[in-house]
């Protein structure tokens, strides 16, 4: 105790400054691990670890294992089971797509962050799969009045009618926060796939036939609104000349904008130039002109989809400003807001801190040593930097 004094007031000095950013790193983030290493410990996320230690994934994982934000939505090893993938072609790009589809890159997003939904951009942006005017597929994430939260809501691409779920939320990391999820989310298909899985094909022979669907399928960035077969099956709809169908059908596409929230009031011009669509929102029930919204949000590669009870018609011009495309979309909400300002804020503060803390070390050790001079010397002359720590008593 009474030995080396100084050293043991630097130790503490040095202690307490740990201990401060630690608390500081503890307080504001939970774990004191990375994502990468987390998963790596934790035993129902193995399968999980061993996927992301194959070649192909390992600047993910390099990401996971830095002081860059990432949200990451972990399946557990019985996910992975029951879904079936054979994961033995893990270095194939299929799995290094879908895992790139469960993280959410420079943004730490907790559950108390989805009030009650949030769109964002994942890692997955392998051109063969994604068709999005801005940034990699999204996740559409919700959550229940009773606070469970759910991934892509189940219509994602049609194979499935079970949402992903979250079963343990919020681990937070030093680089960003894990959410452990019940299923292993799918990446979207494409418009005609989706169709097809959910059975419209009325819509795809008649958007075939009108020499739409391939347009429909591969354009970057789409809203589209499908009719189901009953509403294609009215008498009305059904004797339209085939030039008024390609009008028709186009009245049902939005191009080069996709729309995850839809508001009350809303007016957006279609692909048919000139004619707008009309959006009402009344009880959560969404309705478009004459239709209403079945299924919403359904993503696709290339945007979003909704299946609707009506065949659309064209509203008789009056009344609602058309919006452009540009300017009016679901980014505007959950999009690209907050990002990772908070996390550098946090990061900057702590390395300040801890720099400020050696620099404030360094002066004391030198004014203590200097204290010690005066004190123990009578005929001081030396500098500081000349006092053996050894040689004091
Ligand atoms: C995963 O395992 C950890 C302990 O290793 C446990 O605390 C946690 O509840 C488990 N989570 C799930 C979702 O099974
Ligand atoms: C996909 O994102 C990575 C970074 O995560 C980037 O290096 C790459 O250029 C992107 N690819 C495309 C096709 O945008
Ligand atoms: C739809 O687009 C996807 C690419 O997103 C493509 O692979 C597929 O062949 C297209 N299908 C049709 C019928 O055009």
Redesign the pocket.
């Known amino acids: 105790m009474y030995f080396f004094p100084w050293v043991q007031f630097i130790q503490k000095f040095l202690l307490l400054v740990i201990i401060f950013s630690n608390n500081y790193i503890s307080n504001a983030l939970g774990q004191t691990v990375t994502i990468a290493r987390y998963i790596q410990t934790t035993d129902n996320l193995s399968t999980l670890s061993q996927i992301l230690s194959y070649p192909g994934l390992a600047?993910l994982f390099t990401l996971l294992n830095s002081t860059v934000a990432v949200t990451l939505f972990a399946p557990t090893n019985e996910a992975f089971l029951s879904s079936g993938i054979d994961l033995t072609n893990a270095n194939g790009a299929f799995v290094s797509n879908l895992i790139?589809y469960h993280a959410v890159?420079d943004r730490e997003i907790l559950s108390k962050d989805l009030m009650p939904s949030l769109v964002v951009n994942t890692?997955l942006?392998?051109?063969s799969l994604?068709h999005l005017p801005n940034?990699?597929q999204v996740l559409y994430l919700m959550k229940s009045i009773q606070g469970d939260i759910t991934i892509n809501n189940g219509n994602s691409n049609g194979n499935s009618n079970l949402p992903v779920k979250i079963i343990q939320m919020d681990i937070v990391c030093t680089n960003g926060v894990i959410h452990i999820i019940d299923s292993v989310i799918l990446p979207p298909l494409s418009l005609f796939d989706t169709a097809n899985n959910l059975g419209l094909t009325q819509f795809i022979n008649i958007s075939t036939n009108a020499n739409l669907l391939s347009n429909f399928n591969t354009t970057i960035g789409m809203t589209i609104f499908v009719p189901t077969n009953d509403a294609f099956n009215r008498p009305n709809i059904l004797s339209i000349g085939s030039t008024e169908k390609i009008s028709l059908l186009k009245l049902h596409a939005i191009i080069g904008t996709v729309i995850y929230e839809i508001k009350d009031g809303m007016d957006i011009e279609s692909s048919d130039t000139g004619k707008k669509l009309h959006f009402t929102v009344k009880n959560d029930t969404i309705y478009v002109n004459n239709g209403k919204v079945e299924k919403s949000d359904i993503l696709l590669q290339n945007g979003v989809m909704y299946v609707i009870d009506d065949v659309l018609l064209p509203l008789d011009g009056s009344g609602g400003n058309v919006v452009s495309n540009n300017s009016t979309n679901g980014f505007d909400n959950g999009y690209n807001v907050q990002g990772t300002s908070d996390k550098k804020l946090i990061v900057g503060t702590v390395l300040g801190g801890i720099c400020g803390g050696i620099v404030i070390s360094l002066f004391s050790c030198m004014l203590y040593k200097w204290y010690r001079a005066q004190k123990n010397s009578k005929s001081v002359t030396t500098s500081p930097t000349s006092i053996n720590i050894n040689n004091k008593r």
């Open positions: 600047d790139r890159p890692l942006n392998d051109s994604v940034g990699g």
